[in-house]
């Protein structure tokens, strides 16, 4: 019997996750700056921008581009 890992890197981690860890890397600046929405640069919270992400497929995807660079990087 063989042990199967999943291949991608998203499988299991929540999206509050995702942005919790991004905010804490880079901070909210650094993260408007990288993804430039307003749930990142106008008063962010991680309630605000994950109701925002999880109605706005485009800007899910850009942050989880982010959060798979931030992961080659690690």
Not at 13 to 25: C, F, G, N, P, Y
Not at 57 to 63: D, E, G, H, I, L
Request: net charge positive; with cysteine.
């Amino acid at each position: 019997m063989t042990s199967s890992r999943p291949t991608d890197p998203l499988h299991g981690v929540t999206l509050e996750q995702i942005v919790t860890r991004l905010a804490d890397r880079y901070g909210w600046a650094e993260l408007g700056r990288r993804v430039p929405i307003r749930c990142f640069t106008d008063n962010p919270s991680v309630h605000s921008s994950l109701k925002f992400l999880r109605r706005t497929p485009w800007a899910r995807k850009k942050v989880e581009d982010v959060y798979l660079d931030m992961l080659k990087d690690l």
